[in-house]
Antibody
Framework: EVQLVESGGAVVQPGGSLRLSCEASGFNFADLNMHWVRQAPGKGLEWISYTNWNGELKYYADSVRGRFTVSRDNSKSFLFLQMESLAKEDTALYFC????????????WGQGTQVTVSS | QSALTQPASVSGSPGQSITISCTGTTSDVGRYNYVSWYQQHPGKAPKLILYDVSSRPSGISKRFSGSKSGNTASLTISGLQAEDEAAYFCSSFRPDTTRVFGGGTKVTVL
C-alpha cells in the first residue's frame, strides 16, 4: 500500500524557518517524481514545488522560489521541504504528493502537515 | 503563475447531472491533454478522480466523466449522489512550473 507521511509542521514566527519531511513507502520512491502542494485554511490547492526522481531537476512556484528548497533522500525514501523567511501567507496544510510514473497527474497524497506562521 | 478558473460553487439535486468548468490558456489546458481532477471531502486529502482529461482511475465511478474544448476542460457528475458533495479541483500540466491548479468548486447536493 502506498503511504506518504508528512511531518515537521509547527507554529513558527514570521521570518523563521522550518523543514518538512515526507516518508514514503509501498512504492519505488527512487524512481518517481514528487511534489509539494499546500492548502491555506479554507482555500484551494496551490502547487509549490517539484523534484524529479533523482533530485537533479527542481521547479518552484513564484510564491516560494528563493525561499523554499526541495530535496530528497532516495536511500531512505524521504522527501524534504526546507522553508526559509516564512510569512503569514505561508500558513497552510502542506501535502507531499506522488506523481504517477510516466504520467502528468498525482495518484497519491499524504494527509498533510500544518504550518502556521504567527507572532 | 495564474491559477486555472473554476466556478466557486455548483449545486444540483440527487439524480441530476452537473458540470464544472476549468478554464486555462493556450499554455496549459489548451495545449496539453494533461488535465486531471481531484475530489476533496472536508478534512481529507484530495483524491484523483480523472486524469488525461477523461480517463478514470480504477475504482472511480463511471458517473464521473471529463472532456475538453479549446482552453476549457469540464468535469461532469451524472446521477448526483449525497456522497458527491465535496470540493473539486482541476489541474493541468504547465511547462514552466509543471503543474497548476484551479481555484476549486464546492459541489452542494440539494
Amino acid at each position: 500500500e502506498v503511504q506518504l507521511v508528512e511531518s515537521g509542521g509547527a507554529v513558527v514566527q514570521p521570518g523563521g524557518s522550518l523543514r518538512l519531511s515526507c516518508e514514503a513507502s509501498g512504492f519505488n520512491f527512487a524512481d518517481l517524481n514528487m511534489h509539494w502542494v499546500r492548502q491555506a485554511p479554507g482555500k484551494g490547492l496551490e502547487w509549490i514545488s517539484y523534484t524529479n526522481w533523482n533530485g537533479e531537476l527542481k521547479y518552484y512556484a513564484d510564491s516560494v522560489r528563493g525561499r523554499f528548497t526541495v530535496s530528497r533522500d532516495n536511500s531512505k525514501s524521504f522527501l524534504f521541504l526546507q522553508m526559509e523567511s516564512l510569512a503569514k501567507e505561508d500558513t497552510a496544510l502542506y501535502f507531499c504528493v506522488k506523481e504517477k510514473a510516466a504520467s502528468n497527474y498525482f495518484d497519491a497524497w499524504g494527509q498533510g502537515t500544518q504550518v502556521t506562521v504567527s507572532s | 503563475q495564474s491559477a486555472l478558473t473554476q466556478p466557486a460553487s455548483v449545486s444540483g439535486s440527487p439524480g441530476q447531472s452537473i458540470t464544472i468548468s476549468c478554464t486555462g490558456t493556450t499554455s496549459d489546458v489548451g495545449r496539453y491533454n494533461y488535465v486531471s481532477w481531484y475530489q476533496q471531502h472536508p478534512g481529507k486529502a484530495p483524491k484523483l478522480i480523472l486524469y488525461d482529461v477523461s480517463s478514470r482511475p480504477s475504482g472511480i465511478s463511471k458517473r464521473f466523466s471529463g472532456s475538453k474544448s479549446g482552453n476549457t476542460a469540464s468535469l461532469t457528475i451524472s446521477g448526483l449522489q449525497a456522497e458527491d458533495e465535496a470540493a473539486y479541483f482541476c489541474s493541468s500540466f504547465r511547462p514552466d512550473t509543471t503543474r497548476v491548479f484551479g481555484g476549486g468548486t464546492k459541489v452542494t447536493v440539494l
